[in-house]
């Protein structure tokens, strides 16, 4: 094996155990009791349909490939999604609508993801969120977010390879500009303009930002998301790494 090699496996190493220590701090998090009761509860009652599930209940981490040069940023996990399953997206509607959309584009080995141990896999891809707990009435507070800030920071740092970040909703929007905002590497955050399939150059050697719809119930039952729409995102996210 050739030096060059055993620096990339290095680093590589590096990387998986930060990335390990981030996902151990994030399931043993306390610092929102609101969300935590909340989570604690919904685990307790579960839903008819899952009664025989044994719930996540806890903060949910982020998920995917260690080598990834795409980054998603969602709101937090769904109540009945990945509050029981444990891995972010997994279980619920709008997990289906992305992951199904992500297979097709070259970044999921598969095109559904239903638990922890089904078998899926992310190619070039973390899918990380805003917010780690299910939250009441899908609305975290801000002091809640600004709570989970730090966790996605440190996912943001640990990834050193990410080329492209996609932010599903105003929420997850405005998080990440914020955490750009104060790292001092943007001046404003309201010189960005959310829109669907919008893309941000931020410069200073960022990763390009791309803005869409969140796959919420709300969005795509509704048509506001389409699934050709929600496609085009990814494909312009695989153009850029290309």
């Known amino acids: 094996m050739s030096a060059a090699d055993r620096g990339r496996r290095a680093c590589l190493k590096r990387r998986s155990n930060e990335?390990?220590?981030?996902?151990?701090?994030?399931?043993?998090?306390?610092?929102?009791?609101?969300?935590r009761d909340h989570c604690r509860?919904?685990?307790?009652?579960?839903?008819?349909?899952?009664?025989?599930?044994d719930y996540w209940g806890k903060p949910v981490p982020g998920f995917g490939d260690p080598k990834a040069r795409l980054f998603i940023i969602g709101l937090a996990p769904g109540a009945h999604g990945a509050?029981?399953?444990?891995?972010i997206f997994t279980g619920d509607r709008s997990g289906d609508f992305l992951y199904s959309v992500l297979h097709e584009a070259g970044f999921a080995s598969q095109p559904t993801s239903v638990s922890r141990d089904d078998g899926l896999t992310l190619q070039d891809c973390w899918i990380s969120a805003a917010g780690r707990c299910a939250p009441p009435d899908n609305k975290p507070l801000p002091q809640e977010l600004r709570n989970c800030r730090p966790y996605?920071?440190?996912?943001?740092?640990?990834?050193d390879k990410v080329q492209a970040v996609v932010v599903l909703g105003r929420i997850a929007f405005a998080a990440y500009l914020a955490i750009l905002r104060d790292q001092g590497s943007i001046s404003r955050?309201?010189?960005?303009?959310?829109?669907?399939?919008?893309?941000?150059?931020?410069?200073?050697?960022?990763?390009?930002?791309?803005?869409?719809?969140?796959?919420?119930?709300?969005?795509?039952?509704?048509?506001?998301?389409?699934?050709?729409?929600?496609?085009?995102v990814f494909v312009q996210a695989a153009r850029i790494l290309a």
């Open 152 to 159: 996605l920071e440190r996912e943001l740092a640990a990834l």
């Open 189 to 232: 955050a309201r010189s960005f303009v959310f829109g669907h399939n919008a893309v941000h150059a931020v410069g200073g050697g960022l990763p390009v930002l791309i803005s869409s719809y969140h796959p919420s119930q709300q969005n795509t039952s509704t048509g506001r998301l389409t699934r050709e729409m929600f496609l085009d």
């Open 19 to 35: 990335l390990d220590r981030i996902a151990a701090e994030i399931t043993a998090c306390e610092l929102c009791p609101r969300l």
């Open 83 to 87: 509050n029981r399953t444990g891995r």
């Open 41 to 53: 509860e919904v685990a307790r009652v579960k839903r008819r349909a899952y009664r025989e599930w």
